[in-house]
Each structure stands twice: as structure tokens, then as C-alpha cells.
């Protein structure tokens, strides 16, 4: 079964059940790469939205970025994909609620925010990989101004 969204192989069957009618199995599958989940049988179900880049430019809204750009903060560390998960999730069902769309910049502080409360290894490093400062005194500067 392959993933939808990266086209990844491995995906495990995290759930079976029959149907309402007991005339179907509905699976649930997560990607043992992208953590994407997604049932057999129906729809996929993804959060849709438009993401405004620093540019000015704006773009489809790809979860997969932001699961790549948390696994970058997150290489070593132990974590557990399901909170990770519903990190993202819970996430996703905000930026989602604003019609006008959001920005990749509330995007990159939202998910620093989470990672502060899960991994504090992970935030630092997030917060040098993801957003570019000059040096350490800038560094902290901003740590200061953004999140304490
Ligand atoms: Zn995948």
C-alpha cells in the first residue's frame, strides 16, 4: 500500500474494522515515513489551505514540509510519532480556520511553540535551522522576543 502523500512503500494497518454494514474493512495505514494516515476505502481527508510565503508568493499548504522540517529538529531524539501526530493535527484545524490563509512565518512559530513544550533539544534546534540569524546574541534575541 503505497503512501499518497510521499509515495512511500512501508505502510503499517494501525486499525481494522468492519464497516457499519459488515460489508467492507475499513483500514487505517500510517506511513512508516511521513506519518501521513489515511483509510482504505474512503476518501482521503486532508486539511486544505493556501500558505503565504515570505515572498509574498503563496502556495498549497503540503504537510509533508512541515513533518520534514519537525523530523530535522528531531533527528536522535526520542519521540512519539502519535504526538507528533496530533501536534500536527491540532495544528493543521487552526491555520485551516483563517480564511485569509496564514503565513509560513506563523506557520514556523506555531510549530516552535510545540516543540518547546515537547523537546527542548528540538526547539533550539528548530529555531537556528528555521529561522536564519547572524549570530548568537541575535539568536537570543529573538528566543527572547518571540517565546519568554
Ligand atoms: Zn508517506
Redesign the pocket.
Known amino acids: 500500500m503505497k ?1 499518497p ?2 509515495k ?1 512503500l512501508d505502510t503499517k494497518v494501525i486499525d481494522s474494522r468492519m464497516t457499519e454494514d459488515w460489508k467492507a474493512v475499513r483500514r487505517r495505514r500510517e ?1 512508516e ?2 506519518w ?1 494516515r489515511f483509510t482504505t476505502f474512503e476518501r482521503l481527508e486532508f486539511v486544505s489551505f493556501m500558505v503565504t510565503k515570505s515572498s509574498g508568493e503563496s502556495e498549497q499548504y503540503d504537510r509533508t514540509k512541515v513533518v520534514n522540517s519537525m523530523m530535522k529538529a528531531l533527528v536522535k531524539r526520542k519521540f512519539n510519532p502519535d504526538k507528533i501526530e496530533q501536534i500536527i493535527n491540532t495544528l493543521e484545524t487552526d491555520w485551516a480556520q483563517n480564511k485569509q490563509g496564514i503565513t509560513s512565518k506563523r506557520i514556523g512559530r506555531d510549530i516552535l511553540r510545540k516543540l518547546r513544550d515537547l523537546d527542548e533539544v528540538a526547539f533550539l534546534r528548530y529555531a537556528s535551522i528555521y529561522h536564519n540569524h547572524e549570530n548568537v546574541a541575535e539568536f537570543i534575541k529573538f528566543l527572547e522576543e518571540e517565546l519568554w
Request: a positive charge.
Open positions: 503512501c502523500k510521499c512511500n506511513c515515513k511521513c501521513a
